[in-house]
């Protein structure tokens, strides 16, 4: 019993420590065995504390697992954790970052050539999830152009050898029955993906805010 004490108290020392010194790295850790939804306000109320800001699966800034910014006190949730993407995905997924980092003003473009290298469900699962809202924050716009450029995708050209791409569209979407979701679908298929929402993160954001510019 007395050598299982003292390893247990060494144990909770060194994870003291790392919490402490090293906690943007302890948050990542704790994530890879723990999904965010079973713990969540307990880790956001740490990560407030230690002046961490934690962001949801981006198409731009995260990768397959977690990663963080050490200088600015940020960790990126990866795809992992989306429910339905899966290990397979990894490399058209590593691509599809490419892809949006190249066409930030372009979500058009972004989704035209995305869909060239993933299926249109990986696309609407990962625009339902939220990772495409740096580029249009309108899903539903989203979700309209995917649904278009899935229709004529074997009718088209590389990119930049089509120069009529929006006027292709407008009369695609014309003639398509695309019904867009309502506001309740949208953040009940985003809740369904993560497992939580968006907002939890955003306002996470702004008491971390708080915390860095106290009113005197």
Same mark, same amino acid.
């Given at each position: &019993?007395?050598?299982?004490?003292?390893?247990?108290?060494?144990?909770?020392?060194?994870?003291?420590?790392?919490?402490?010194?090293?906690?943007?790295?302890?948050?990542?850790?704790?994530?890879?065995?723990?999904?965010?939804?079973?713990?969540?306000?307990?880790?956001?109320?740490?990560?407030?504390?230690?002046?961490?800001?934690?962001?949801?699966?981006?198409?731009?800034?995260?990768?397959? =697992?977690?990663?963080? &910014?050490?200088?600015?006190?940020?960790?990126?949730?990866?795809?992992?954790?989306?429910?339905?993407?899966?290990?397979?995905?990894?490399?058209?997924?590593?691509?599809?970052?490419?892809?949006?980092?190249?066409?930030?003003?372009?979500?058009?473009?972004?989704?035209?050539?995305?869909?060239?290298?993933?299926?249109?469900?990986?696309?609407?699962?990962?625009?339902?999830?939220?990772?495409?809202?740096?580029?249009?924050? $309108?899903? &539903?716009?989203?979700?309209?152009?995917?649904?278009?450029?899935?229709?004529?995708?074997?009718?088209?050209? $590389?990119?930049?050898?089509?120069?009529?791409?929006?006027?292709?569209?407008?009369?695609?979407?014309?003639?398509? =029955?695309?019904?867009?979701?309502?506001?309740?679908?949208?953040v009940k298929a985003e809740f369904?993906?993560?497992?939580?929402?968006?907002?939890?993160?955003?306002?996470?954001?702004?008491?971390?805010? &708080? $915390?860095?510019?106290?009113?005197?």
């Amino acid at each position: &019993n007395h050598s299982h004490a003292v390893a247990y108290a060494f144990i909770s020392y060194w994870l003291a420590y790392f919490k402490v010194h090293y906690a943007l790295q302890f948050i990542q850790a704790y994530l890879l065995f723990k999904p965010f939804k079973d713990n969540a306000q307990n880790i956001l109320t740490f990560a407030s504390l230690m002046h961490i800001k934690l962001f949801a699966p981006s198409i731009i800034n995260s990768k397959y =697992d977690f990663t963080y &910014n050490n200088k600015l006190q940020l960790l990126y949730f990866g795809f992992s954790t989306i429910k339905g993407v899966g290990q397979a995905s990894i490399d058209k997924l590593i691509e599809l970052v490419k892809i949006a980092t190249k066409n930030l003003s372009d979500p058009k473009a972004c989704l035209f050539a995305s869909i060239k290298i993933a299926s249109a469900k990986l696309l609407e699962t990962l625009i339902l999830a939220g990772c495409y809202d740096e580029l249009c924050q $309108d899903r &539903n716009q989203l979700l309209i152009w995917l649904d278009s450029i899935n229709a004529i995708n074997s009718e088209m050209v $590389d990119y930049d050898q089509f120069a009529n791409l929006d006027t292709l569209l407008e009369n695609k979407i014309k003639v398509r =029955d695309f019904k867009p979701l309502t506001n309740s679908q949208l953040v009940k298929a985003e809740f369904d993906l993560l497992g939580y929402s968006r907002s939890l993160l955003n306002s996470a954001h702004n008491q971390v805010a &708080n $915390d860095n510019n106290p009113i005197t």
